[in-house]
């Protein structure tokens, strides 16, 4: 019994050593320390909730001809706003019907491209009119001054 008693007793503490004085380090730090400039911390988006532990996928690959026909199946919460599956179901088939029929049809995209106009041409007696102006040396003042 005296034998564990003794070795359950705590060991004393290593004694405290104190460097010399010629390996002390020096008052004053180095020139060559850096240190962080000022970090801030980013909101993250409104739209999605912080997820640390999100899986964060580090090849993004490059768009092909199957991505133009995907889409991502929608959420529950987006099934049920939007009134069911038999709704998206009815709306989705609506859609393809009037884009069929819009097909047929030929006619213009709802979607216009812009077309630019040509610039204004100026008539003969405005451009007598300018002549005027730069002969008088006021080329460089906007008209209707």
Not at 16 to 44: F, N
Not at 72 to 78: K, R, V
């Amino acid at each position: 019994m005296a034998g564990t008693a003794g070795a359950q007793t705590a060991a004393p503490p290593p004694p405290q050593t104190r460097p010399s004085p010629e390996v002390a380090a020096p008052a004053a730090a180095p020139a060559d320390v850096t240190t962080l400039g000022e970090v801030r911390a980013l909101k993250p988006e409104d739209d999605q909730p912080l997820d640390l532990y999100r899986f964060r996928n580090p090849v993004q690959p490059p768009p092909n001809r199957f991505s133009r026909s995907w889409s991502e199946p929608p959420s529950p919460e987006q099934v049920s706003m939007s009134g069911g599956y038999l709704m998206m179901g009815i709306n989705y088939g609506l859609s393809k019907a009037a884009q069929g029929l819009h097909k047929l049809s030929g006619g213009p995209d709802q979607i216009q491209p812009a077309i630019a106009r040509p610039p204004p041409e100026l008539n003969a007696d405005q451009r007598r009119r300018a002549q005027q102006l730069c002969a008088q040396g006021d080329c460089a003042a906007p008209p209707g001054n």
